[in-house]
């Protein structure tokens, strides 16, 4: 029975970057931040998948680093299984139970080591295992992958996009974590591969009880492996609930063309736009007063240049943060 406490939990949190002043740039009084994460609260239930979804540049990325302890937080909480988690005293007990697989194989990967070696890095430095321990270890987790025994000498240069990226995996889930943030995991492969790498990761959530935070911007990758998606626009979470009712009944005029400009491969069930989008993303640095999206939003009234909507439920688990969910209804 899964317990009723969240594997994850972030609380407000905020990842601010300063802006430093240079040559030719006009000194200011107040200190200028680009508030890449603005207030995101979100919850992972033990053994679930939540997709966290949105265009490039709204901080789906930072969110994930700064979760994983990559980045520190600028405030708010981040809770692993309800316990408040200080990123600099408890960074070694939690990446025992949490890891993160990382877009690109290519940089994740160290091409000097082997295989085998890649995989035993986080046994050796998390756990008390004897090196005997650690090689039986590598050897299960790349037959869990799809792999086996005659990868563990071969250098990361030797082997295919696909094959690179089952090594990341298997590094993530060799210490058996109970959460494993997955950025972008299959943007950087061909089709045919990121169906395998799904289905894998698929099979190793059942096999190992896996909870997991997909960062991605591929709306059907979302639909496909997630429980709940959760939609950022512009550092903030405007959409979260149930995947199959946020895809198929958006509440925020953002989610509608996010799900609307995704490609489709039979033309006679094309999401087309109802509605232009105009403008362009909004700056991190001085943001649109009010509802961020409102330069761009075909529903804005007078109230949503003035007012930042808060996220309130429009149906049972799902939430909108708009002032007009009804339109989009």
Known sequence: MASATPILQTVDLRKYYPIKEGIGLPRRRAQRFVKAVDGVSISIAEGATVA????????????????????????GKILFEGVPVNPRR??????????????????????????GD???????????????????????TLTDV??????????????????????????????????????EPTSALDASVQAQILSL??????????SYMLITHN??????????????????????????????????????????????????NRHLLSTEISGEVPSAIDPPK??????????????????????EEVSTGHWAACHFPEKTA
Request: include cysteine.
């Open 52 to 75: 966290v979804v949105g265009e490039s540049g709204c901080g789906k990325t930072t969110l994930a680093r700064t979760i994983a302890m990559l980045t520190p937080p600028t405030a």
């Open 90 to 115: 408890d960074a070694r007990k939690i990446y025992t139970k949490l890891q993160m697989v990382f877009q690109d194989p290519d940089s994740s990967l160290d091409p000097h080591m082997s295989v």
């Open 118 to 140: 890649v995989i035993g890095e986080p046994l050796r430095g998390l756990t008390k295992l004897s090196g005997r321990e650690v090689r039986e270890t590598v050897i299960r």
């Open 146 to 183: 799809g792999m086996g025994e005659d990868y563990f000498d071969r250098l990361p240069r030797q082997l295919s996009g696909g094959q690179k990226q089952r090594i990341a995996i298997a590094r993530a889930i060799s210490t058996h974590p109970k959460l494993l943030i997955l950025d």
């Open 201 to 210: 990761l698929v099979k190793l959530q059942d096999q190992y009880g896996l």
């Open 219 to 268: 709306i059907a990758v979302a639909g496909y492996l997630s429980d709940t998606v959760a939609v950022m626009y512009a550092g903030n979470l405007v959409e979260f609930g149930p995947a199959e009712e946020v895809l198929k009944k958006p509440r925020h005029p953002y989610t509608v063309t996010l799900i609307a400009s995704a490609p489709t491969p039979d033309p006679w």
């Open 290 to 311: 009010g509802c961020k999206f409102n330069p761009r939003c075909p529903f804005a009234e007078e109230i949503c240049t003035s007012e930042v909507p808060v996220l």
